[in-house]
């Protein structure tokens, strides 16, 4: 039978008034000997705190909520985990929904997030297949709700969002810098859906460096993916009848799929063909040839969404935040000079 406060009011021959002054931590003038047999003999109870009580009285939950696409892409687990650990450093509870790449799927969760009176949600946009008309109604949902949000990206921002990024932009820079500096021209993207920032702007920074380098961009050299593995094996098939000497991949699960798909036919890498990736997946280092990366501090970017969205929930007038990331690039085995 569960342990009320009443039944540790009785066991102390105190009121049942003081005994919950004490377990909910309610500012009181209880002497501290007072307060310590009430937590004492509430831990020899075994007492447990009704939390949704408690959220209902306070309005409070100490409960965030994250949004992702897919739990089995490292990408993603790697930043619920940095959230998780957050949390569990400021004694918050964290609740995370994978939406399985489903804008409808997404919703539901919003949905269901709600009811559980969350403070706050941190999402990541699920890639939508026509346009981001899916992610803008999401989104606006969420604020509807008066729910602290915080984005992973810029996709569609506006205030009073809250946002964590990495300068894209520069990333796709420095990729495609380092490939032209190898003495590659002829080189190949396998981009994520057009329709996020993050891959829009990657796309933009790979274009201004071959501006930047007076070469001929060639837009028969862009494949768009989705950031899956299997876009990356299409994207090598689609590539397959024109002349590259290198391949960027917008992230490293698709530079897998590069690996797999120029294996198939019979390219070696970084013999026939260099490749480079983005994220520094942790699989990148141990691969049979260690993957040239553009490194993204993930883990940290998601202990700052998490900050961001207890700092919001606890100060709703606060200004929204759009904390920036810095990105390096990580040469491995993968990438060679050519003449």
Known sequence: MKVTIKDIAKAT???????????????SRIAEATRARILSTAREMGYRP?????????NRSYTLGLIIPDIQNDYYATYAKGMEDACAECGWNMIFCSTNNSPTRERQAIEALFTKNV???????????????????????????????????????KEPIN????????????????LIALGHRKIAFITGPSSLEGSQSRLSGCKKAFQDNNLPWDDGLVYTGNYS???????????????FTA???????????????????????????SVIGYDDHFVSGILSVPLTTIRQPIYEMGKESTRILIHAAENPDAPPVVSKFDLKLIVRKSTRKIR
């Open 119 to 157: 403070d706050g949600i941190a999402l990541v946009a699920t890639p939508s297949k026509d346009d981001e008309n899916d992610f803008i109604a999401n989104r606006e949902l969420i604020l509807s709700m008066k729910t602290p949000l915080v984005q992973m990206d810029l996709t569609a921002y």
């Open 247 to 273: 391949v960027f991949a917008f992230n490293d699960l698709m530079a897998c799929g590069v690996y797999c798909g120029l294996e198939k036919y019979g390219l070696a890498v970084p013999t026939d063909v």
């Open 13 to 27: 021959g105190l009121s049942p008034a003081t005994v919950s002054l004490v377990l909910n931590n309610r500012p």
């Open 229 to 243: 593995y299997a876009s990356g094996l299409d994207g090598i098939d689609y590539l397959s009848d024109k002349d």
């Open 50 to 58: 009704n939390s949704a009580a408690a959220s209902l009285r306070t």
């Open 163 to 178: 946002a964590v990024i990495s300068d894209h932009q520069k990333g796709g820079y420095m990729a495609t810098r380092h």
